[in-house]
């Protein structure tokens, strides 16, 4: 099982340009995350969803956006990026709320100049 | 946003020493958990507690859930260079928030 898997890796954007990243499991899970890292804050939430078709705001969602149309895909979106949003993002996935083992995905690394 | 106070934020200590890292809260949590997360990777489950009082061990690693449910500590018994990563500790509820975590460095 490829477990869950981001797209890209790795991206270098320009200011104000946009982009998606593309979340997918294989899991058959139920609820999925996007998180962004950056140097000593830990994950931070921006996103997340509890079922197809759902989402929610998390911690830091503002210049993000998130779509669930299909239940093994996960999307963010960044409109018009900013330097501020140069981080490192991860998506993970679980069955359910109760207790369940969250999965990650490798991390893709954006750079906005 | 349940906030997950953890401490501490840096420690650097040498092989075969044991250390207490801890996750603390003013909420009350139906359940917490411990992730791991090595350079490069993305965090790896270690243990989830739900009763509070709770004790779980993981061959050398110690999880304890508080009393009333608001912290937790995992405690590392003669720490290895393996033991090396980030420790972070997570409310496990709809929204699965994080606590910034305790660097760990094990030199040997």
């Known amino acids: 099982n490829a477990g869950v898997t981001q797209t890209p890796k790795f991206r270098v954007l320009k200011t104000g340009q946009s982009m998606t990243l593309l979340c997918a499991q294989d899991m058959n899970h139920e609820y999925m995350y996007w998180y962004r890292q950056d140097p000593g804050m830990g994950l931070r939430l921006i996103h997340y969803?509890?079922?197809?078709?759902?989402?929610a705001k998390g911690e830091v969602p503002d210049g993000y956006n998130v779509s669930r149309l299909k239940k093994q895909n996960f999307l963010l979106g960044l409109e018009s990026a900013a330097p501020s949003q140069t981080s490192v993002y991860f998506c993970a996935s679980r069955l359910g709320q109760s207790n369940t083992e969250a999965f990650f995905g490798q991390g893709t690394r954006l750079t906005v100049v | 946003t349940q906030l997950l106070e953890q401490s501490p934020q840096f420690l650097s200590i040498q092989e075969g020493e044991n250390l207490t890292v801890y996750c603390n809260s003013s909420s009350v949590f139906s359940s917490l958990q411990w992730y791991r997360q090595e350079p490069g990777e993305g965090p790896v489950l270690l243990v989830t507690v739900v009763t509070g009082g709770e004790v779980k061990k993981l061959k050398r690693l110690t999880f304890q859930f508080g009393d009333a449910r608001k912290d937790s500590s995992l405690h590392i018994t003669a720490a290895q260079p393996g033991d090396t990563g980030l420790y972070l500790c997570a409310g496990a509820g709809y929204a699965l928030n994080f606590g910034k975590g305790t660097s760990l460095l094990v030199t040997p």
């Open positions: 969803s509890v079922g197809e078709g759902t989402t």
